[in-house]
Nanobody, 119 residues
């Protein structure tokens, strides 16, 4: 079983930056897709950015040019560098890992971290 834990959220003024981290831990797993999602109050959860496979990266149109997703060399820690934050970026940001373990394809979600951007 893989567990993922997010960190790095907080309160920031518009135009500011935050860096989120997501650490995946467990035994004998390989992450296939690793991504960040967010859910604002009253809205559905949406994909923010994702790394698929070895090198494929995609971003939501609303964050292109402002957010950068990356991972460490072990491929078990995911980052989201968020620059030029806007009040509309306020949401709970969650990490999702889709992984292989013992021949099974599974999904793990973190509990999320709150990002609040003030005007």
């Amino acid at each position: 079983q893989v567990q993922v834990v997010e960190s790095g959220g907080g309160l920031v003024q518009a135009g500011g930056s935050l860096r989120l981290s997501c650490a995946a831990a467990g035994s004998a797993f390989i992450i296939q897709n690793f991504g960040w999602y967010r859910q604002a109050p009253g809205k559905e959860r949406e994909l923010v950015a994702q790394i698929s496979g070895a090198v494929s990266i995609n971003y939501a149109d609303s964050v292109k040019g402002r957010f950068t997703i990356s991972r460490d060399n072990s491929k078990t820690t995911l980052y989201l560098q968020m620059n030029d934050l806007k009040p509309d970026d306020t949401a709970v940001y969650s990490c999702k890992a889709e992984y292989w373990s013992s021949g099974w394809y599974k999904t793990a979600w973190g509990r999320g971290t709150q990002v609040t951007v003030s005007p």
